[in-house]
């Protein structure tokens, strides 16, 4: 997750926002509860094109006694789009989607 808070380019906006660190979504489901966070951040060098870049990460958790868990991520680039938008393939990734704030 350091890369969306270390490399992060809030000033930087697209159709999804500003470039800040946020939780953006959630999907919870009996069983299976997962975060999506999201920021701008630079372009790494090895990556066609210019300018800033939007990346998702998706947390899965668990709680497991007294606390909760992260027990797996996702990391988008290329598709980060597609895990912010509503529809039919993002419950194939975050069952139960849901988008936090405006």
Excluded: H
């Excluded at 490399?7 to 489901?29: C, H, L, M, W």
């Excluded at 300018?51 to 996702?74: D, H, I, K, N, Y």
Aim: net charge negative.
């Amino acid at each position: 997750m350091n890369r969306l808070t270390d490399e992060g380019k809030p000033a930087a906006t697209d159709s999804f926002g500003d470039g800040n660190f946020r939780v953006y979504a959630i999907g919870a489901q009996p069983g299976k509860y997962m975060t999506v966070l999201t920021a701008i951040i630079a372009r790494p060098a090895d990556f066609a094109g210019s300018g800033p870049l939007r990346v998702v990460e998706v947390l899965t958790w668990r709680f497991e006694s007294t606390q909760w868990e992260a027990v797996g991520m996702l990391s988008a680039f290329v598709v980060a789009e597609q895990l912010l938008q509503p529809g039919p393939d993002i419950n194939m990734y975050v069952p139960g989607w849901e988008k936090l704030g405006p």
